[in-house]
T-cell receptor
Framework: AQSVTQLDSQVPVFEEAPVELRCNYS??????LFWYVQYPNQGLQLLLK??????LVKGINGFEAEFNKSQTSFHLRKPSVHISDTAEYFC????????????FGEGTQLTVNP | DTGVSQDPRHKITKRGQNVTFRCDPI?????LYWYRQTLGQGPEFLTY????????KSRLLSDRFSAERPKGSFSTLEIQRTEQGDSAMYLC????????????????FGEGSRLTVL
């Protein structure tokens, strides 16, 4: 079974600073990896996904993530954050090809301060 | 059709009552999922359907919970004899999966139905 660990439950940063949200996964099979964002009182929205190919994936709102198979990590980064990036971020893993459920981490609350 | 819709958005009920939530997925999507999210936690998988067939259920889904997708379109999640521990956000998601089992990977989520059991 797959599992996901988000190493930081809360990440406070100042506006325009870079940020990295860390995610590690465990799985015995090939996986698909995702980052979702949840703004207050809204549903989960996909930021980016890794299915195959280039290990550096770019998503919406200037976010990117790098798949590192040897370290089983999929960290999310943004070079310069905005106040509007304040939200809960979830890393998720799904078994590749014929996989069904998406397994989520516990989330990282990113708070961007002025 | 612009996305996954869930109804009601909020439900407050007394312990012991039954509640039902409805989910309308994106129209061409063949898979539909139910998740539960409690405060400060990530969503937890409950069950999913491929068309009208319920293919997997989590151990979290006790016998008080039942989900249906009778015509392969909308789905309902019913909780019988609610308990305070059932208080959570119930999320529905849908996806399009290929006939050969390949998938696009992405699940599209609704805004959720928040249940409060008093």
């Amino acid at each position: 079974a797959q599992s996901v660990t988000q190493l930081d439950s809360q990440v406070p940063v100042f506006e325009e600073a870079p940020v990295e949200l860390r995610c590690n996964y465990s799985s015995s099979v090939s996986v698909y990896l995702f980052w979702y964002v949840q703004y207050p009182n809204q549903g989960l929205q996909l930021l980016l996904k890794y299915l195959s190919g280039s290990t550096l994936v770019k998503g919406i709102n200037g976010f990117e993530a790098e798949f590192n198979k040897s370290q089983t990590s999929f960290h999310l980064r943004k070079p310069s954050v905005h106040i509007s990036d304040t939200a809960e971020y979830f890393c998720a893993v799904r078994k590749g090809t014929s996989g069904s459920r998406l397994t989520f981490g516990e989330g990282t609350q990113l708070t961007v301060n002025p | 059709d612009t996305g996954v819709s869930q109804d009601p958005r909020h439900k407050i009920t007394k312990r012991g009552q039954n509640v039902t939530f409805r989910c309308d997925p994106i129209s061409e999507h063949n898979r539909l999922y139910w998740y539960r999210q409690t405060l400060g936690q990530g969503p937890e998988f409950l069950t999913y359907f491929q068309n009208e067939a319920q293919l997997e259920k989590s151990r979290l889904l006790s016998d008080r919970f039942s989900a249906e997708r009778p015509k392969g379109s909308f789905s309902t999640l019913e909780i019988q004899r609610t308990e305070q521990g059932d208080s959570a956000m119930y999320l529905c998601a849908s996806s399009l999966e290929g006939l050969a089992g390949e998938n696009t990977g992405e699940l599209f989520f609704g805004e959720g139905s928040r249940l409060t059991v008093l």
